[in-house]
């Protein structure tokens, strides 16, 4: 796939199957993902790889945070929350870790700079033909997930990455009219 036809053809897929990537490909979808632009090469980037039984692991963290914000919540809510990182072989989760108290380059471009990241785990799964999908939901943001997952104050959880095989077809990409969204100063 040439580069241009990646980055117009990029599309988001919710259904994963196994396999997930491995080996090769899951070290260039990484190496994607460090090539994303850092002002005064911070680095500010951290992934958690979750697959097999790490996936369950996650979900229990999740069900706790469930149980955690509402200690009467229903078995069928946490059954439910329990499930969610099960919907593919792979979910990575992207961290910004930011290094605070740095000159010119304040927090929001070093999470800009990890969410760039996140896109590059995304196009480097589609150009080798893997599935990608980019979730938060309001685990990424809760502190009892981000305790279990070793976050300190620093880190902003940006986003679960779901990674596999398609199940599907991709869905149609949307079009856009550029003049909708760019405005030219000649
Ligand atoms: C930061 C971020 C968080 C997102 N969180 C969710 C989410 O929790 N659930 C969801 O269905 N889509 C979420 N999305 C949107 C999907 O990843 C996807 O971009 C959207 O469905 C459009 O599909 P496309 O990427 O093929 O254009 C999120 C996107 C971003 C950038």
């Known amino acids: 796939m040439d580069a241009m036809t990646l980055l ?24 994607a993902a460090l090539r994303a632009p850092d002002h005064k090469e ?8 979750f697959t097999g039984e790490g ?20 078995d069928t809510v946490l059954a439910a929350a ?3 990182p099960l919907r593919a072989p792979m979910v990575i989760a992207v961290v ?11 927090r ?18 589609h150009a080798q033909g893997f599935g990608a999908m980019w979730r938060t939901g ?4 809760d502190p009892v997930v981000h305790k279990g997952l070793g976050l300190d104050e620093n880190d902003e959880l940006i986003g679960f990455v779901y990674l596999g095989t398609l199940g599907g077809r991709h869905k149609p990409v949307a079009e856009h009219d550029t003049a909708d969204f760019v405005e030219r100063w000649d």
């Open 55 to 74: 996936r369950e692991r996650l979900g229990e963290l999740y069900a706790e945070a469930e149980f955690q914000a509402d200690p009467d919540a229903s």
């Open 8 to 31: 117009h053809k990029r599309s988001s897929m919710g259904k994963l199957g196994a396999p997930a990537p491995k080996g090769e490909a899951l070290e260039a979808i990484y190496q």
């Open 96 to 106: 910004a870790r930011v290094t605070p108290d740095v000159p010119g380059v304040p």
């Open 108 to 125: 929001l471009e070093q999470v800009l700079s990890a969410g760039c990241a996140g896109h590059g785990i995304l196009l480097a799964a």
């Open 82 to 84: 329990r499930k969610k």
């Open 138 to 141: 309001r685990y990424a943001f």
């Open 42 to 49: 911070l680095r500010p980037w951290h992934f958690i790889e």
